[in-house]
Every structure is written in C-alpha cells, then in structure tokens.
C-alpha cells in the first residue's frame, strides 16, 4: 500500500517557467489537499478537493491551479514561477471525518 | 476563523526525560478533532496522536499523551522516557468535525523539539 505519492522530490525552476507537481492516492480517500511550507512555518492551504470534479481555494491559492479528474489523482500546477513560491509542497489525502495523510513532499526552489 | 497557536518555538530535553509541549486554539465550534504531527528531518508529516473533542478522556499513544482542556482550549503534548528519536518539529493542528470543505487542517507554527544524549 503505497499511501500517498508525489514526484518530483525536489526540482529547481527559473523564475517565468511552469510545472506540475504529480499526486496520487491508492486509499480511495475522497478528500485531497495541497498545502506549502515555508521555513520554520506551519502549513498553509493552497486547494483542495472533496471528490473527482471538485476543488476550491484554500488560503493562499494565488499563483497555483489544482484539477482532479479522478479519485486517484490531484495535480498541482504553478504558472510563471515567481520566487515567493519557493517552499516544500504537500499532498494530502483523507476518507471524511478519518485521519489525514500525507505524502512525503515536494521540495521547490524558484531562482 | 480557527486559530492554533504554539508558543514555544525550540524546546530541549535529556534523553529519558519527560518534555511538554504547549498548544493553544480558539474556535467558536464545540465539535472539532485536534492533532499532533511529528516532523522529523525527512520533512515526512507523521500523525502522533488525536483527539476528539467530544471525548473527555486524554488520548494516549505509548509514550505520548495529551493534556485536552476545552474549557481553556489548551492541547498540550506530553513525551515521556524522551528518545533520540523522537527529536523533530511538533506541529499542533486542529480540523472541524462539521464535515464537508472545513476538513481541512489549521496548523500551528510549530515547536522544535532537540533531544540531549
């Protein structure tokens, strides 16, 4: 049971570029998160998804786009990196009121 | 809105001791969970304990407890017997019970726990 999974571990992006940060859950979890961490922070919530065609804005969605298409998956889209979103990014998922788990992070550096 | 705050960033223990960390929340809702994550250097977000708010009785995991006082809205985290280990970043989180988009989880800003051979 692999829980949740995100690739890339860690990336380096020029300001201006885009990418996708991959997310998948094999726990039939209806609930799926996105949230950042910046140094010596708690995490924040960028979006999140009650279930397959559904998403909606956290806390700090501006910069991010979120789609999910299926219950397996939920991918995180940057447009025009800008420094500010240098961070570590977790996925997270969640059956309704049950624990949350997340993934072991995505470590990004915008130069 | 939800609030959770950890008052304490950096805590020190000696191996085998006891150390308490302090966590703080306000809400205006009476049902809600509250958590403790673990962090180690790996940055993994590893869940050490919860908490319903609907229980009076405190939550034990082996060596970890807590102290829930919803009156003061107060979760504290007490490790027993420290282990090297156990050295990491605790985060206090706190989610609504009322279902739907409020599963989302409020974190603290975290407490640096080192452990002292």
């Known amino acids: 049971n692999a829980g949740v999974t995100q690739t890339p571990k860690f990336r380096i992006l020029k300001i201006g570029q885009s990418m996708t940060l991959q997310c998948t859950q094999d726990?039939?979890?209806?609930?799926m998160y996105w949230y950042r961490q910046d140094p010596g922070m708690g995490l924040k919530l960028i979006y999140y998804?009650?279930?397959?065609?559904?998403?909606d804005k956290g806390e700090v969605p501006n910069g991010y786009n979120v789609s999910r298409s299926t219950t397996e998956d939920f991918p995180l889209r940057l447009e025009l990196a800008a420094p500010s979103q240098t961070s570590v990014y977790f996925c997270?998922?969640?059956?309704?009121?049950?624990?949350?788990?997340f993934g072991p992070g995505t470590r990004l550096l915008v130069l | 809105a939800q609030t959770v705050t950890q008052s304490q960033p950096e805590m020190s223990v000696q191996e085998a001791e006891t150390v308490t960390l302090s966590c703080t929340y306000d809400?205006?809702?009476?049902?809600?969970?509250l958590f403790w994550y673990k962090q180690p250097p790996s940055r993994q977000m590893i869940l050490v304990i919860r908490?319903?708010?609907?229980?009076?009785q405190n939550a034990t995991e082996n060596r970890f407890s807590v102290n829930f006082q919803k009156a003061a809205k107060s979760f504290s985290l007490k490790i027993s017997d420290s282990q090297l280990g156990d050295a990491a970043m605790y985060f206090c989180?706190?989610?609504?019970?009322?279902?739907?988009?409020?599963?989302?989880?409020?974190f603290g800003t975290g407490t640096l726990l080192a452990v002292q051979p």
């Open positions: 997270a998922s969640q059956r309704y009121q049950e624990t949350q788990y």
């Open positions: 726990m039939n979890h209806n609930y």
């Open positions: 998804s009650v279930g397959a065609g559904i998403t």
């Open positions: 809400t205006s809702e009476s049902d809600y969970y």
């Open positions: 908490q319903e708010a609907y229980k009076q």
């Open positions: 989180a706190y989610r609504s019970a009322t279902g739907g988009a409020t599963n989302k989880l409020i």
